[in-house]
């Protein structure tokens, strides 16, 4: 109840506003019946009251709205909404679109909010609808197209938000680099289930058309790279993705080495290891790279490498890898304990999430190119620190 009285404030704040306007003296008049606003204050108190479907009732019914009203009822939808209370908005909203309009920018407003709880509820297809309405009336129109490609990306229609991301280039001048580069990522991934390998080229090759620095698509024809044996043009594109993104090196840190191993070039091997030395590294990098240390020269060169890397960039989980070399080395009294340490290490380092979006914070385990949270891409990154990489 309380939660509800907070999020009224705003609406409280334009009854308030609207009662002074009208007893402040002379006002001009409205074809307005006199009861509309003793129904506003009737509806304001059933919703204090927790009464909100009453509320509705009164709202709905008033016969004519004004704009005071109009932005008054947009406001209580949208408090609906935010409290994922979708029937509730979709009622007021709709109201409004079929009482006012639809000429007018009250119209074109609660349309717009009403496209809103349909793709808050789920409903893509009705969202779908009103959103093209609006961009057949010419209003709302940057916003319409932004929401519709939205509508098409829950629905991983990459084809049709390609279509409309060039539409909306011509129209409102928004070139949405980043975004096509991951459709055509995902047209390329797509065809990579089917076995299509050629198709899946030819979509890297429009990602880095639209999006030169396209970490992602450079990692699967990387990948792509590797399957047909190229292995220098596959380290050739992992490179390049640790140019434009070194915070991406622990996604390419494997197979960089794996291709520099099948080229049996050593020399050429030694020499990135020994840049990897010379840099702050995340514990995958140091990790992998040890491995392949211990590979080429042996476990004393690769321990005496991951000491020095640690030292340099500490993290829970490089002290726990450092524990577990400890304990093998560990006298029979010290064993239990150094057991439990890593045991305490294990569980903190289980339960922290590997990575987290920069715009809504939303954490996860592993790489997303696009944030199941908000839907924003690029967004999720590495985390970095102790308690990451």
């Known amino acids: 109840m309380l939660n509800l009285l907070w999020l009224l404030l705003p609406v ?19 074809p307005q019946p006199i009861d509309n606003e003793s129904s506003y204050f009737r509806g304001l108190k059933y919703l204090i009251n927790d009464q909100q ?30 409290r994922g209370e979708f029937d509730r908005a979709i009622r007021i909203h709709q109201n409004l679109v079929e009482r006012t309009d639809p000429k007018t920018p009250i119209n074109a407003n609660a349309l717009l909010e009403l496209a809103n709880d349909y793709m808050s509820s789920g409903l893509l297809d009705r969202a779908e ?12 129109m940057e916003t319409a197209y932004n929401e519709l490609i939205r509508v098409f990306e829950r629905e991983s229609d990459w084809e ?33 289930e089917k ?23 450079n990692i699967l024809r990387g990948n792509l790279a590797m399957e047909r044996k190229d292995y220098q043009r596959a380290i050739e594109c992992f490179t390049e993705v640790e140019k434009q993104s070194p915070e991406l090196t622990p996604e390419i840190i494997e197979p960089l080495l794996t291709s520099y191993c099948e080229l049996q070039n050593e020399t050429a091997l030694h020499a990135y290891i020994d840049q990897v030395r010379s840099r702050y590294n995340s514990y995958s990098v140091i990790k992998t790279t040890r491995k392949m240390i211990e590979r080429l020269d042996g476990p004393v060169e690769a321990d005496q490498f991951f000491k020095q890397q640690i030292l340099k960039r500490p993290s ?17 009294g010290e064993r239990e304990k150094v057991a439990v340490i890593i045991k305490m290490l294990d569980s903190v ?3 922290k999430p590997g990575y987290v979006c920069t715009d809504c914070g939303f954490k996860a385990k592993t790489l997303h190119w696009r944030c199941p949270s908000c839907g924003s891409w690029d967004t999720v990154r590495t985390v970095i620190g102790a308690e990451g990489e």
Not at 173 to 178: L, P, Q, W
């Open 53 to 82: 479907d009453k509320a509705i009732e009164l709202f709905v019914g008033i016969s004519e709205v004004d704009q005071e009203m109009a932005d008054t009822q947009l406001a209580l939808g949208n408090l609906f909404r935010r």
């Open 316 to 332: 829970l989980k490089g002290l726990r890898d450092w524990a577990q070399g400890e304990l093998k080395n560990s006298k029979p």
């Open 12 to 30: 409280a704040f334009v009854f308030g506003w609207w009662g002074g306007r009208r007893s402040g003296g002379p006002q001009p008049s409205y």
């Open 195 to 217: 076995n299509d390998n050629e198709r899946a080229r030819d979509y890297l090759k429009k990602a880095l058309r639209e999006n030169p620095v396209s970490a992602r698509a």
């Open 349 to 351: 380092v289980e339960d």
């Open 129 to 140: 609808e009103l959103f093209r309405q609006l961009l057949k009336r010419k209003q709302h």
């Open 160 to 192: 049709r938000a390609i279509q409309l991301a060039e539409e909306s280039q011509q129209i409102t001048g928004n070139y949405r680099r980043v975004q096509m580069g991951h459709y055509f990522c995902e047209l390329a991934e797509s065809a990579l």
